[in-house]
């Protein structure tokens, strides 16, 4: 089962420019992660954000979450072709196993 | 952090045959999950496994479809039995670090039946 939507399904930019994601969910939740994938591989961890916080950065990454609407938002800033990957947004079911969203796929082209 | 050893990373396998992916952590964890990416699509949770218990599947799959082994605290296998085309698909097996704050993935079973 999916937990959320993600949009857009799919993006393309020039490097240089900014990449928005926005993935909503619908139950409550404790945290907010978000994830990429590159070719089909395993997924890495790009960053986590607590219910209790509404904004967090990491180095090019920024995350945004609204819990009355459900929703959180990845900001990839001066995008590379390196980024070129999906995106997913993923929420902890009742403490135990993680629940993803749909994704995004991202196309930085040079 | 834990890094996991996932096998095999491809196969190709006829229809009606099994296939068995084994999944190895580098530490002590409870809970071990496995996931299916169907071609474009995101991960679909199959099931948890934890060590000592039966594993516990998600609505639309079944033990006899996707028998699960966990026998001990650092490895799992994962079997696609009587394979159809459909289960073409990347699985990967999943852990969850400390506080349940970020999961830990190997690096995925690309599997194609034909």
């Known amino acids: 089962s999916q937990q959320g939507e993600e949009d857009p399904q799919a993006l393309s930019i020039q490097e240089g420019e900014n990449a928005t994601m926005n993935c909503s969910y619908k139950?409550?939740?404790?945290?907010l992660q978000w994830y990429r994938q590159n070719s089909g591989r395993g997924l890495v961890h790009l960053i986590l954000?607590?219910?209790?916080?509404r904004e967090k950065h990491s180095g090019r990454l920024r995350v945004t979450l609204d819990t009355s609407k459900k929703s959180s938002s990845l900001l990839i800033t001066a995008s590379r072709a390196a980024d070129t990957a999906s995106y997913f947004c993923?929420?902890?079911?009742?403490?135990?196993?993680?629940?993803f969203g749909k994704g995004t796929t991202l196309s930085v082209s040079s | 952090s834990a890094v996991i050893s996932q096998k095999p990373s491809r196969d190709i396998c006829q229809r009606g045959t099994s296939l068995t992916i084994q999944c190895q952590v580098d530490?002590?964890?409870?809970?071990m999950f496995w996931y299916r990416q169907q071609p474009g699509q995101s991960l679909t949770l199959i099931a948890t496994?934890?060590?000592?218990?039966?594993?516990?599947?998600e609505s639309g799959f079944v033990i006899d479809k996707f028998p699960i082994s966990r026998p001990n605290l650092t490895f799992s296998t994962l079997t696609v039995s009587n394979m159809s085309p459909e289960d073409s698909s990347i699985y990967l097996c999943?852990?969850?670090?400390?506080?349940?704050?970020?999961?830990?993935f190997g690096q995925g079973t690309r599997l194609t039946v034909v």
């Open positions: 999943s852990v969850l670090g400390r506080a349940n704050t970020e999961a830990f």
């Open positions: 139950t409550s939740i404790n945290n």
């Open positions: 954000i607590r219910s209790n916080e």
């Open positions: 993923a929420t902890l079911r009742a403490g135990t196993a993680l629940i």
């Open positions: 530490s002590q964890v409870t809970m």
């Open positions: 496994a934890n060590q000592g218990s039966e594993a516990t599947y």
